[in-house]
């Protein structure tokens, strides 16, 4: 199976700190995408990294991707009220084929922040 | 910015009818999809749509179901005989184009519920 897992499972913290979330993949990718879900809601797209990009930015996100560890980590700095949600990893694997892209999700991290 | 809108929010069918599903995507996307998430789980693959024809199927879309792009702009998934398990909640999705640096954007989902 391809798909991301997350950990940890459940994540609370205090606004202001900052949240770490790791994803683990088990096989060659082509991305490596981040979601983010409120209660209830679609998924919102965060962030995107290529095979070949080790970081990248996005206002308050930092995404690191490893594949030689098969690993990423999304990282939310001075993390608010509003960041509460579940987030979660996707991966697509190198065309092959007609596949176009279809996503592999993990089970997520619930985060908490508390006002 | 634009967004993918799918109806109903929620929908509830007796076991056995028939239901459909609709989404409108982004207006300049090629490549559409569905996946769904059952309470608890992950986000599911289900079916990649591009040319008018389907490009790939998880084990979760069998006989049962089917997708059609009926006008220039909806998508709908339509599950007929519907079972207890189909409950879940279904998002459409839909990307610009193919590419590594393509994400996919989401709709907030429709709540299918199967008495």
């Known amino acids: 199976s391809q798909q991301g897992e997350e950990d940890p499972q459940a994540l609370s913290i205090q606004e202001g700190e900052n949240a770490t979330m790791n994803c683990s993949y088990k096989t060659s990718i082509n991305n490596l995408q981040w979601y983010r879900q409120n209660s209830g809601r679609g998924l919102v797209h965060l962030i995107l990294?290529?095979?070949?990009?080790r970081e990248k930015h996005s206002g308050r996100l930092r995404v690191t991707l490893d594949t030689s560890k098969k690993s990423s980590s999304l990282l939310i700095t001075a993390s608010r009220a509003a960041d509460t949600a579940s987030y979660f990893c996707a991966t697509d694997r190198p065309p092959r084929g007609s596949t176009l892209g279809r996503l592999y999700f993990g089970r997520g991290t619930q985060l908490t922040v508390w006002p | 910015e634009p967004e993918v809108t799918q109806t109903p929010s929620h929908q509830v069918t007796q076991m056995g009818q028939e239901v459909i599903l609709r989404c409108v995507p982004i207006?300049?996307?090629?490549?559409f999809y569905w996946y769904r998430q059952i309470l608890g789980q992950k986000v599911e693959f289900l079916v990649s749509?591009?040319?008018?024809?389907?490009?790939?199927k998880s084990e979760i879309f069998d006989d049962r179901f089917s997708v059609e792009r009926p006008d220039g702009s909806n998508f709908t998934l339509k599950i007929r005989s519907t079972k207890l398990e189909d409950s879940a909640m279904y998002f459409c999705?839909?990307?610009?184009?193919?590419?590594?640096?393509?994400?996919?954007?989401f709709g907030d989902g429709t709540r299918l519920s199967i008495l």
């Open positions: 749509f591009y040319n008018n024809e389907i490009s790939e």
């Open positions: 990294i290529r095979s070949n990009e």
């Open positions: 207006s300049n996307h090629l490549y």
């Open positions: 999705a839909s990307k610009f184009r193919q590419g590594s640096n393509q994400p996919q954007h």
